[in-house]
């Protein structure tokens, strides 16, 4: 199966901080990687898909960008609401895969 | 509105069986694949099973396969998952989730249910 490696596993960030986050194929995955937001106690929701692709109602401070085995997700300014787990999937084959998560906390 | 209700968890013994079901509202169930997406407590995503819109055609993670059934209901517009010989390893929220598309292998989740706790104990 095709593993999914997300980077940081957490990290803190303040108001207002660009958050990059990145995940990493084991192998191409074309353009099949989405990204979603899981808050405590919450469904997952869905933030982008196929790399780059907002998902309607996602605010335009999300982003999505990378091709092949790396890809990344970027806040361009962190909002409170924003502090969250991020998870990035693959969908290229089955399995379907998610990475292991990047917490995102208040620094 | 979409709304996705799981219900069916609970405890089970090690070795017992348990029916999960979602309800699904808002949007025609039927045009859809369904798939069923577990969280173990304090742990990340991990995709269990998809279901095709028409029910014909089933995925299954390799954790699973054999030992649990995915089914749909169009008429009713209620997903299941039919969960047998469970493990302590199983333990974890269950969401049902909707995809973008009808096939079984269309793994975009653009509406996710709350979910439905089971844990396997004795």
């Known amino acids: 199966d095709i593993q999914m490696t997300q980077s940081p596993s957490s990290l803190s960030a303040s108001v207002g901080d660009r958050v990059t986050i990145t995940c990493r194929a084991s192998q191409s995955i074309s353009n099949s990687l989405n990204w979603y937001q899981q808050k405590p106690g919450k469904a997952p929701n869905l933030l982008i898909y196929?790399?780059?692709n907002l998902q309607r109602g996602v605010p335009s401070r999300f982003s999505g960008s990378g091709s092949g085995t790396d890809f990344t997700l970027t806040i361009s300014s962190l909002q409170p609401e924003d502090f969250a787990t991020y998870y990035c999937?693959?969908?290229?084959?089955?399995?379907?895969?998610f990475g292991q998560g990047t917490k995102v906390e208040v620094k | 509105e979409v709304q996705l209700l799981e219900s069916g968890g609970g405890l089970v013994q090690p070795g017992g069986s348990l029916r999960l079901s979602c309800a699904a509202s808002g949007f025609t169930f039927s045009s859809y694949a369904m798939s069923w997406v577990r969280q173990a407590p304090g742990k990340g995503l991990e995709w269990v099973s998809t279901i095709g819109s028409s029910g014909e055609i089933t995925n299954y993670a390799d954790s699973v396969k054999g030992l649990f059934t995915i089914s749909r209901d169009n008429s009713k517009n209620t997903l299941f998952l039919q969960m047998n010989s469970l493990r302590a390893e199983d333990t974890a929220v269950y969401h049902c989730?909707?995809?973008?598309?009808?096939?079984?292998?269309?793994?975009?989740?653009?509406?996710w249910g709350q979910g439905s706790l089971v844990t396997v104990s004795s």
């Open positions: 999937q693959r969908t290229y084959t089955t399995p379907p895969t």
């Open positions: 196929a790399v780059s």
């Open positions: 989730a909707k995809s973008t598309c009808g096939a079984s292998t269309c793994y975009r989740f653009d509406y």
